[in-house]
């Protein structure tokens, strides 16, 4: 028999406001929905939103359990009393539920304005920044890749302290205020919440003698040279991560990462599409009329191409594997040959009298011309 307590409890999924068949991420999302909503942090002396919040983390903690759970689709809320769920019984949290304990660190790292968090004692150490800087490279260096020497300016340890910020002789010790935790605790409703120590910015370290060098600081400013390796096929705008090349961390935290941007300059010939290469090639009336072969630039240098008679201005000629080699080595690209054939300007007196002969005799010869005109021809009959 169910008494007055059990009656009163809502159904935990009503509560969640999610199906009965709805998976984990889905209870999750929208319980973290609710938590940010009904948390006390943002409803100070409100107990309705605290009631609120406690009812969804009690119907969370027990759908996130999958023995608890199957317990209550079968039994209801007496299936799961007593198993030291739920805020209502008093039981609190139980060391297990690791995916409401998320939820709850991405709630406070909101709230609180920091990052989640988990375990004890803080860090001592800050990460360094990372870094990002643009490089020019040829199209070819793009196609085939290229070893660049950089130069940037970036934070790095203090040869003077090794880092530790204090005189040569001293050392660090630890904040008074937080105890060296890094971290204030407070109680907020049925919950102790932590955020950084003021004072120490979350290191739980104080320094009372500072290097001279670097100001207490840990780190000083310096220009490096790197060589950056640069793989073939990389294109426009894509990026190089250089891990551990950024700023230095304080204080034994660790360092930042490089991030190198591509910038590729136009080439005076070739133009890129994916790993295919581009260009056009301009060829005579009589090569295009009688074919020819002729030399074409590529990447590789130049090769000999046969033009067929009859081709027309627009027609393209596919080189295999003869564009851009596909990033990480499995295979290479094509080169796209579009012909264009040119009209010749300043004709010679002998120049003029020769085509002035081949359009007497050209009418038959030129099948876009019979077709276009065979058509213009029905069109206004």
């Keep these: 028999m169910f008494n007055e307590d059990e009656m009163s409890k809502r159904d935990y999924y009503e509560t969640l406001g999610v199906q009965k068949g709805a998976g984990k991420d889905e209870i999750k999302k929208a319980y973290r929905k609710l938590a940010m909503q009904f948390h006390p942090d943002r409803n100070p002396d409100n107990k309705e939103a605290e009631g609120k919040f406690k009812e969804a983390s009690e119907a969370a903690e027990v759908l996130l359990d999958d023995n608890k759970r199957s317990r209550y689709d079968q039994f209801g809320h007496a299936g799961v009393d007593g198993m030291g769920g739920g805020f209502g019984g008093g039981g609190g949290f139980n060391g297990d539920f690791a995916d409401l304990g ?3 660190g991405d709630i406070f790292g909101d709230i609180l304005g920091g990052g989640r968090r988990r375990g004890g004692r803080r860090s ?3 990460p360094g920044n990372d870094l990002q800087m643009g490089i020019n490279i040829t199209f070819k260096e793009a196609a085939f890749g290229v070893e660049k020497t950089i130069n940037i300016t970036r934070q790095v340890q203090c040869e003077e302290c090794d880092g530790s910020g204090a005189q040569k002789g001293s050392g660090p010790t630890s904040c008074d205020m937080c105890q060296g935790m890094g971290e ?10 932590a955020t950084t120590c003021p004072k120490c910015q979350g290191s739980g370290q104080m320094i009372k003698d500072p290097c001279k060098s670097c100001h207490g600081q840990g780190r000083k400013k310096k220009k490096v040279e790197l060589e950056v390796k640069v ?11 250089l891990s551990g090349e950024g700023d230095s961390g304080a204080m034994g935290g660790h360092n930042g990462d490089l991030y190198v941007q591509i910038e590729i300059e136009q080439h005076e010939i070739f133009e890129r599409d994916g790993f295919d290469v581009h260009c056009r090639v301009p060829i005579s009336f009589s090569q295009a009329a009688l074919g020819a072969d002729m030399e074409v630039p590529t990447l590789d ?7 067929p008679e009859g081709i027309q201005s627009g ?14 080595g499995y295979g290479q690209g094509d080169q796209i040959v579009t012909i264009h054939v040119e009209t010749p300007t300043k004709l010679s007196h002998d120049q003029k009298e020769l085509f002035k002969k081949l359009s007497e005799v050209e009418k038959n010869s030129n099948p876009m011309s019979r077709g276009f005109f065979d058509k213009v021809k029905e069109l206004f009959q």
């Design 315 to 328: 027609e393209k000629m596919r080189l295999r594997g003869k564009g851009i080699v596909k990033l990480g």
């Design 124 to 126: 001592s150490g800050r």
């Design 231 to 241: 793989p073939a096929g990389i294109d426009e705008g894509q990026r190089l991560k």
């Design 184 to 193: 204030i605790r407070r109680q907020q409703g049925f919950f102790t919440v």
């Design 301 to 307: 240098g130049k090769v000999l191409v046969k033009i």
């Design 102 to 104: 998320d939820i709850f």
